[in-house]
């Protein structure tokens, strides 16, 4: 395959009608490492809403939600109280890996990026444990610790960004019914955006 065609591949949208958990569930729990090497879990966050960012610095479509998209929903949700946490998943060598806790950090501070941390899941094990297929490919856990929404970010499936001021975002959406005490109108869209690159 010519490389052209290998970076359309890659670029190329995923689509998934298929739920990679159940709602109204407990989310799988994780022990992985943040950016600053501390280790992070999803027990120490019980009592506060989540939410779980799969992200690739290279996918085009992570570049359209980072034009200031994203940072606004992670500053807008931290301020409420909620758990942002960025989650990369890509093995080493492939699109999107971290080779450590600082290119992660550096990458934070080049995008203006706002998560509670960063989670460095190399091998794939958290990914693989929530069905992470795409980047991004979002998840929203309640206070008491049940999933109660994944998907896309917003039913836009583009790398436009353009087309982010007429989306609906799915994720704004859901932090907001959680904070009014409600199940999500939406608890399951389709992810978008590129493949996670996890470890052949």
Not at 74 to 92: E, F, I, K, Y
Not at 143 to 170: F, M, R
Request: hydrophobic share 40%; aromatic share 8%.
């Amino acid at each position: 395959m010519s490389l052209t065609r290998r970076l359309l591949v890659a670029a190329a949208p995923i689509l998934s009608l298929a739920p990679s958990l159940a709602l109204a569930a407990p989310a799988p729990a994780f022990s992985v490492k943040d950016a600053d090497g501390k280790t992070r879990s999803l027990s120490e966050f019980k009592g506060k809403t989540v939410v779980l960012e799969w992200v690739n610095e290279g996918c085009p479509y992570v570049k359209k939600h980072y034009s200031g998209n994203m940072q606004a929903l992670q500053r807008a949700a931290t301020a409420d109280g909620v758990v942002w946490l960025t989650v990369a998943s890509s093995a080493p060598g492939e699109q999107g890996y971290f080779a450590d806790g600082g290119a992660a950090k550096k990458w934070a501070v080049a995008n203006k990026a706002a998560p509670s941390a960063i989670l460095l899941d190399p091998e794939g094990k958290m990914g693989m444990a929530y069905g992470a297929k795409t980047t991004p490919h979002m998840y929203v856990i309640d206070k008491t610790g049940q999933l109660v929404y994944q998907g896309g970010i917003d039913d836009k499936p583009t790398n436009k960004v353009e087309d982010i001021k007429t989306a609906k975002n799915y994720v704004a959406a859901a932090l907001a019914d959680v904070k009014a005490g409600r199940k999500p109108a939406v608890g399951v869209s389709k992810p978008y955006g590129c493949s996670v690159k996890y470890k052949a």
